[in-house]
């Protein structure tokens, strides 16, 4: 059992904590939020994660999971403190290290003897050590800085966490390394790699991995779009070049692009460190144009259904998905809010629904949309419906009482939820990305 503080309580932080806890730890966790503080104390879970509350709340019956906004008071007695605090992007796309550094000349005052400081942040290349100049300016002890990367899929974020792919720790330290072995020995019982590496290779290897991805998704959107001009169906693509094993069959379906916290922001934070090591990363630069471009490919097919621009104006959409995917509530960077600002400036209305995000995507669009308490409610006299993410829920739905909701029998589909030819036989107009109209 070890003593763990985890600053930050956000979806690493939270996840962190209480997964470490779960697995027989004793873990504070810290944020200088009191609201936020005084509703996890209190049994009230603040994101919504599936597979998160139940064990939150069982180790906070427990006692092995508390919470306060005093620093001192979580790191004092941790053997362990781990950073899980928020590196936004700057104006240029560099990632801001604000936080993380400011908490960490706070630690080199309150550490009086020894604790390995873990990043668990996603950082540039360099942080750790920042981070341990910037303890050591006020440390009088010992202590080791470990970069230790989240890979955590939100949605899925208990599942990866509790049973990882593999484990990255970037560290000099034997004695650290050890340590960092023992606390994750419990989550890699089936053999899954405890990964060891220097620091630098281990902050960028987190960058590489969401990178990677980035430009899989926003490929797969290029195909699509050359898909749409040649009549092929990229739905057969993905199958064809998922099936080779250099390939994999991940990551390959064809959207309207990627958001969320991580993909944006990693993809800007690695070009900007590329930049300030005097290397254009060209490829990664023209993922992230594709996947701001991919936001507005419904924008595009509307207009051309609506005969331009100036057809839109007064007419309703219904939205279903807020969400920048399924199985959570987070709309950062959700291509939803690309299409609800492109259609309020043609002088459109929006009716939208969301399983679990509407209350993050009120703050955004109080008095602007309309947010309706079910989904078919979204469909009344609506002139199209946009679907933004796959939700479960959207994928078997009553087409006939959608029929008769919906004014215009039109569905823009950006993730691809249904049969092109059941749509036809069904008596909607149909578009989607990638995939020929059935006429």
């Not at 059992?1 to 730890?25: D, P, S």
């Not at 990677?212 to 199958?239: H, K, P, Q, T, Y």
């Not at 993050?360 to 309706?372: D, M, P, S």
């Amino acid at each position: 059992m070890f003593k763990i503080a985890v600053i930050g309580t956000g979806y690493v932080g939270l996840v962190a904590g209480t997964c470490f806890a779960e697995t027989g730890n004793d873990v504070t966790c810290v944020d200088i939020n009191e609201e936020k503080v005084k509703q996890l104390s209190e049994g009230k879970i603040t994101i919504f994660e599936p597979g998160l509350e139940v064990l939150f709340r069982r180790n906070l019956r427990e006692g092995r999971l508390r919470f306060t906004t005093q620093l001192a008071e979580a790191v004092h007695p941790a053997e362990l403190v781990f950073l899980a605090l928020p590196t936004p992007p700057g104006e240029d796309g560099s990632a801001d290290l604000k936080h993380v550094l400011d908490v960490a000349h706070e630690l080199g005052k309150l550490i009086h003897s020894y604790k390995i400081i873990v990043n668990k942040s996603t950082v540039p290349v360099g942080t750790a050590e920042m981070v341990r100049s910037a303890i050591a300016t006020h440390a009088k002890c010992e202590f080791d800085v470990v970069s230790n990367p989240e890979f955590l899929r939100e949605g899925v974020a208990v599942e990866d966490f509790l049973k990882p792919e593999r484990i990255v720790i970037g560290s000099s330290s034997a004695r650290a390394i050890e340590i960092m072995r023992q606390l994750y020995e419990p989550f890699v019982r089936q053999g899954n790699p405890i990964l060891v590496m220097d620091e630098r290779s281990a902050e960028l290897t987190k960058y590489a991995a969401n990178a990677m991805l980035a430009l899989r998704i926003s490929f797969m959107n290029e195909i699509s779009n050359i898909c749409d001009r040649v009549g092929a169906n990229v739905d057969a693509i993905r199958r064809g070049i998922g099936t080779d094993s250099r390939i994999g069959k991940q990551f390959l379906y064809a959207g309207i692009g990627y958001g969320g916290s991580c993909f944006p922001k990693d993809v800007k934070a690695l070009i900007k460190t590329a930049e300030a090591y005097g290397y254009d990363f060209k490829i990664m630069k023209s993922a992230e144009l594709v996947n701001e471009a991919q936001k507005r490919i419904l924008i595009e097919k509307i207009e051309k259904h609506f005969g331009g621009s100036a057809n839109v104006k007064g007419k309703k959409f219904a939205l279903w998905g807020l969400s920048f995917k399924p199985n959570t509530d987070d709309i950062r960077e959700a291509p939803a809010l690309v299409i609800i600002d492109e259609l309020l400036k043609r002088g459109a209305s929006i009716a939208a629904y969301d399983p679990e995000a509407m209350d993050n995507a009120r703050k955004l669009y109080e008095g602007k949309i309309i947010f309706v308490a079910k989904d078919y409610d979204a469909l009344v006299d609506a002139d199209a419906l946009i679907i933004a993410t796959e939700w479960n829920e959207f994928r078997n739905p009553d087409f006939n009482k959608m029929r008769s909701y919906l004014r215009g029998k039109v569905i823009f589909d950006g993730r691809n939820v249904y049969d092109p030819q059941k749509m036809k036989q069904m008596g909607f107009e149909y578009y989607s990305i990638g995939r020929p109209t059935v006429d």
